[in-house]
């Protein structure tokens, strides 16, 4: 089983930034594919960023170049850096992750096997 428990949300100004932290526990390796989700209220669950392991990460279009999806693998932390922060990206954020098996996955996979509980980010403008 695997356990997946994000953190670093908060509330900033347009403009700001913020890193999110995802600390996966339980059967896990490298090989797993991980990704973050974002949900704003009223809308679809939408992929932003994934990394898989041979081909490493894909950004949804309007994050490119702001967002920063990486891992540290021997502390099994998943991270998203999140730079120029704009009101639009408000949303609860989510951290997920699918076996080898199952990867790799593209931006806008939205089914995973293994989910944390979310962690809001709320960007004022």
């Known amino acids: 089983q695997v356990q997946l428990v994000e953190s670093g949300g908060g509330s900033v100004q347009a403009g700001g930034s913020l890193r999110l932290s995802c600390a996966a526990s339980g059967v896990l390796n490298s090989r797993y594919c991980m990704a973050w989700l974002r949900q704003a209220p009223g809308k679809e669950r939408e992929g932003v960023a994934v990394?898989?392991?041979?081909?490493?990460?894909s950004y949804r279009d309007s994050v490119k170049g702001r967002f920063t999806i990486s891992q540290d693998n021997a502390k099994k932390i998943l991270y998203l850096e999140m730079n120029g922060l704009k009101p639009e990206d408000t949303a609860m954020y989510y951290c997920?992750?699918?076996?080898?098996?199952?990867?790799?996955?593209?931006?806008?996979?939205?089914?995973?096997?293994?989910w944390g509980q979310g962690t809001q980010v709320t960007v004022s403008s």
């Open positions: 997920a992750a699918d076996p080898p098996e199952l990867c790799p996955h593209s931006w806008w996979s939205r089914d995973y096997k293994y």
């Open positions: 990394i898989n392991t041979d081909i490493g990460p």
